[in-house]
């Protein structure tokens, strides 16, 4: 049986729809090029976006993404031992999915401002209803397409101030009026509806080739602090019309989550809410078998999740820089990668960015403490300016090259894109890291987020 407050979802569309802008120029011009003005989105999917109150400043807090069949879905996590009740929820929702071998999930349902994390029993309770309200609005979505019902679970996803509880009745309100729709204003209203100390919303969407057929993605994540890599790093979704089975999927975003949302990282806090989804649901008809075809759909999904997840390092709180780290000459993928965070997480590293001080001492030096074992005759270093004008050769052979050229060294680090190369010299594997600076107002937005 429903309880009352889910009784109430038996349309999808109608009633009190609280409507907001979605234009960029609400947003810092600094960031305006990196919000899109169109889309190109996954077949059968619809997206929306509302207020439902779970904010009291009347910002944007609810979004859903639907499918219009039910779909095959896999999920990475938070490892964080406080794992809040909506990550509880979902595991059990796409583990019970996985292990009866069915699709199940047909709608995600987000919402910001609070992120039922640390609410012991109730919590999981709430994330429950939430869930259910979901899979009510799916129902309720059918009838009014007149399509034939097609049972489905929904995911929930919650973000913001820890150790409060969910205002769920506002949320369940806030479902049953939801508009969605597959125009690219629903998603950019989805995309608004996840932010909170975001300075612009994140979507991202993609039409790829694959075995010579054409699929499409499109990504929200949402994010710009409490970020660091493990098992996932935020909050995001993934869509995709390919067919992929299960097991293909799973492997996949292992894959592609490796490379992308778990080689970001911020502030090194790691939060209680982390998830990374992604949902197929096959509209596009092309099947992603083996061989050629899943190479082809696990090499575009990593290059469209690494894409995404450098959205929130350059929404990253009080950034002004965006840093690849990029390491190569490894023995293996893990030590390159070991190398590239250690670099990515030093505060020292960060600080100089932002100071615009050319102390590449405190890179190597991350080098050097990695836990990598190294040839330090070997390892070459390098800082190449995002203009693709000639990069700054600093270390070759575990040299320094002295003097340092400051004046070029001033010109490259004035710009906001950069890439710092460090060549291990030992082997043919290599990795990235996306990070930003570390700055005054990193400091000033985290000592009072929750007024």
């Not at 970001?264 to 197929?280: E, H, K, L, Q, R």
Request: a negative charge; one cysteine or more; hydrophobic letters at 40%.
């Amino acid at each position: 049986m429903l309880s009352s407050n889910l009784r109430q979802l038996q349309r999808v569309g109608r009633g009190a729809f609280n409507m907001f802008s979605t234009d960029a120029k609400q947003f810092p011009e600094a960031k305006r090029r990196f919000i899109p003005t169109q889309g190109t989105y996954p077949q059968g999917f619809f997206a929306g976006g509302s207020h439902c109150g779970v904010k009291k400043n009347g910002q944007a807090d609810l979004a859903i993404l639907v499918s219009d069949r039910p779909t095959t879905t896999s999920a990475v996590f938070t490892t964080n031992q406080f794992c809040a009740a909506p990550v509880q929820y979902d595991r059990s929702v796409i583990n019970g999915a996985r292990e009866a071998h069915e699709q199940r999930v047909r709608a995600i349902v987000v919402n910001s401002g609070c992120a039922n994390a640390v609410t012991g029993q109730q919590g999981l309770v709430d994330a429950r209803e939430m869930g259910d309200a979901g899979a009510a609005f799916v129902q309720a979505f059918d009838k009014e397409r007149n399509a034939q019902h097609k049972e489905g679970e929904a995911l929930v996803m919650s973000t913001g101030v820890i150790g409060q509880r969910l205002p769920i009745s506002k949320i369940v309100d806030g479902v049953s009026s939801m508009k969605v729709d597959a125009t690219h204003d629903a998603w950019m209203r989805a995309a608004v509806a996840h932010m909170t100390t975001d300075t612009f919303p994140k979507l991202m969407s993609r039409e790829v080739d694959i075995a010579g057929q054409r699929v499409r993605l499109a990504g929200i994540t949402k994010g710009a602090g409490m970020i660091h890599p493990n098992m996932a790093t935020l909050l995001g979704t993934v869509c995709t019309d390919a067919c992929v089975s299960q097991a293909q999927l799973d492997k996949a975003l292992a894959h592609a989550v490796a490379r992308s949302f778990n080689a970001i990282s911020i502030d090194g806090d790691m939060s209680t809410n982390d998830t990374i989804a992604v949902v197929a649901n096959g509209a596009s008809g092309v099947r992603v078998g083996e061989g050629a075809a899943y190479e082809q759909f696990t090499s575009a999904l990593t290059e469209f999740m690494a894409d995404l997840a450098s959205l929130v390092v350059r929404d990253g709180e009080g950034a002004t820089k965006f840093l690849t780290i990029e390491v190569t000459g490894a023995r293996t993928f893990g030590d390159a990668k070991q190398v590239a965070s250690t670099i990515a997480t030093s505060s020292l590293v960060k600080t100089a960015f932002y100071g615009q001080d050319a102390n590449w001492g405190r890179i190597l030096c991350a080098v050097g403490y990695a836990g990598v074992a190294l040839d330090t005759t070997k390892v070459n270093m390098a800082i190449y300016p995002g203009d693709e004008s000639e990069p700054l050769v600093l270390v070759k052979g575990g040299e320094p090259l002295l003097p340092v050229d400051e004046a070029r060294a001033s010109e490259i680090l004035k710009q906001e894109d950069m890439r710092v190369r460090v060549e291990l010299g030992l082997g043919s594997e290599e990795a990235r890291m996306y990070t930003c600076d570390l700055s005054h107002d990193y400091v000033s937005i985290n000592a009072d987020y929750r007024s």
